[in-house]
């Protein structure tokens, strides 16, 4: 295990990233980078370490998400559980060959690329907030041509989290939301993907001995309490406004993770 120090302050500064990494999960999609992010930036943890224990984390606040959004009829419908489908198998493996490459890359290049990730995500969410998808978007043609994009966006959002250890909704719900699917079932139909992705891509980790279980059980428990809070307030808060505010507090991060 890697040695992290003991100060009070940074398991309080490891909780308190948890804490809204959570909520951004279930609220808006990016959240997981926060806790990525975090170990980085905060522990000497080695880049495979960093990517391995934090999606350790998101298995769990995957698996909560997915029981929250059922609860709320966000997965009852025959599009959102043919998305989550096609999306968790091809994830999968993208989450496998993205678990490798991790391995292959230095700390160094690590860092660039997550801060790269972080300002491209705000990119995204800007991008659908200002220039706008319509309604049904991309996603509204034939049954052949939605499954395609569905396997395709699957596919790169499984290597994205497996390389970073991001967790899925970081890049699904946006590339969900842009594709033109509805805020709640993006939402909800990435935190079923994320529990295979990340269960997977914490499996390679695993085997290479890149999990720090002590740190994953500090990280998650407050990152569960975020879940559920953050699904509360997608259904109570304007998304819009989150959306935006999450977008700057990316690209904040991502300057920090590049110096």
């Known amino acids: 295990m890697a040695f992290v120090s003991s100060s009070i302050f940074l398991f309080i500064a490891l909780g308190s990233v948890a804490l809204i990494a959570g909520i951004g999960i ?10 990525t992010a975090a170990l980085h930036g905060l522990t000497d943890l080695s880049s495979a370490s960093v990517a391995g224990t934090a999606s ?20 009852s419908s025959r599009l959102a559980r043919e998305a989550a489908v096609v999306l968790s198998g091809t994830g999968t493996v993208g989450a496998l060959l993205g678990a490798r490459l991790n391995v292959l890359t230095g700390d160094e290049l690590f ?3 997550l801060s790269a990730f972080l300002i491209g995500t705000a ?6 907030e200002w220039v706008g998808i319509e309604s049904g978007g991309l996603l509204g043609g034939s049954s052949f041509s939605r499954r395609v994009l569905l396997a395709g966006a699957g596919g790169a959002v499984g290597v994205a989290g497996g390389l970073l250890g991001v967790g899925g909704p970081v890049v699904a719900v946006p590339a969900l939301v842009g594709l033109g ?7 909800a139909v990435a935190q079923v993907q994320s529990v295979f ?10 085997i290479v001995g890149a999990v720090d279980l002590t740190l994953a059980l500090l990280v998650g428990l407050p990152q569960l309490a975020g879940v559920l809070l953050g699904w509360r307030l997608a259904h109570r808060v304007p998304a819009r406004k989150l959306r935006i505010a999450l977008a700057g507090a990316l690209v904040v991060v991502g300057a920090m993770t590049a110096l």
């Open 26 to 35: 279930t609220t808006v999609g990016p959240g997981g980078v926060f806790v």
């Open 56 to 75: 350790a984390t998101f298995v769990a606040t995957g698996l909560v998400g997915s029981g929250a959004y059922a609860r709320s009829g966000e997965l």
């Open 111 to 113: 860092g660039d690329l």
């Open 123 to 128: 990119g995204l969410i800007a991008y659908r």
């Open 181 to 187: 699917m509805p805020m709640l079932r993006a939402l």
């Open 197 to 206: 992705l990340s269960l997977f891509a914490t499996v390679g980790y695993g």
